[in-house]
Nanobody, 121 residues
């Protein structure tokens, strides 16, 4: 399974943005998909994850209310909607596949290259 994150770019503070994670080379069937981000000089941080069925989600407490994760199984794509973006949201955003939306980072079995989000005025 190959994962490809897209949708990053330069946005202004307060803007909203939707990132996509598309699976190819097979399907992500049975896998939860999670989003992480890594800011310059910082460790990778968990954002949100969604189960294969889309019925189970888990979001970091610090980001609840500003992010929404969703999944289109027919398109093998997971979306991460982010609102009220702040400069501190600037990071490379990655998606990965894991057995469960509650999986720890080390349990993720597939990763895609990241997409850069820059929040700046």
């Amino acid at each position: 399974v190959q994962l490809q994150a897209s949708g990053g770019g330069l946005v202004q503070p307060g803007d909203s943005l939707t990132l996509s994670c598309a699976a190819s080379g097979g399907t992500a069937s049975g896998y939860a998909i999670g989003w992480f981000r890594q800011a310059p000089g910082k460790e990778r941080e968990f954002i949100s994850a969604i189960s294969w069925s889309g019925t189970g989600t888990y979001t970091a407490d610090s980001l609840k209310g500003r992010v929404t994760i969703s999944r289109d199984t027919a398109k093998n794509t997971v979306y991460l909607q982010m609102s009220n973006l702040k400069p501190e949201d600037t990071a490379v955003y990655y998606c990965g596949a894991a057995p469960s939306p509650l999986a720890a980072e080390k349990q993720y079995v597939y990763w895609g290259p990241g997409t850069l989000v820059t929040v700046s005025s």
